[in-house]
């Protein structure tokens, strides 16, 4: 098992900026992909970011393509999103999921959301016009 935690979601301005925070325990961190998923009310969960378990590669959705930045520290068990130029289109509640990558390449990602194994509880964002 993986455990998740989300944190550092909250209400910003339109043009501001967050940074999420997932914290993981309970298995080797390093053999997880991650990727941060996002879901808007009456919406699907949609994807938003990816990195690979070595940190070699990184994936955007389009939609936030530019503005968000993921990235992982594998000494602290913790993958983050930074998330820039906050359109009211962004406001979500946010996940982060871990998909078990030993033997799938150091630049292996993922968008597809059954491809993840464990999520978190999620942290609402919620930006203002």
């Known amino acids: 098992q993986v455990q998740l935690v989300e944190s550092g979601g909250g209400l910003v301005q339109a043009g501001g900026s967050l940074r999420l925070s997932c914290a993981a325990s309970?298995?080797?961190?390093?053999?997880?992909?991650m990727g941060w998923f996002r879901q808007a009310p009456g919406k699907e969960r949609e994807f938003a970011a990816a990195?690979?378990?070595?940190?070699?590669?990184?994936y955007y959705a389009d939609s936030v393509k530019g503005r968000f930045t993921i990235s992982r520290d594998n000494v602290k068990n913790t993958v983050y999103l930074q998330m820039n130029s906050l359109k009211p289109e962004d406001t979500a509640v946010y996940y982060c999921?871990?998909?078990?990558?030993?033997?799938?390449?150091?630049?292996?990602?993922?968008?597809?959301?059954?491809?993840?194994?464990?999520w978190g509880q999620g942290t609402q964002v919620t930006v203002s016009s």
């Open positions: 309970g298995r080797t961190f390093s053999n997880y992909a």
């Open positions: 999921a871990a998909d078990y990558a030993r033997g799938r390449g150091r630049d292996y990602v993922s968008a597809t959301l059954n491809e993840y194994n464990y």
């Open positions: 990195i690979s378990w070595s940190g070699s590669s990184t």
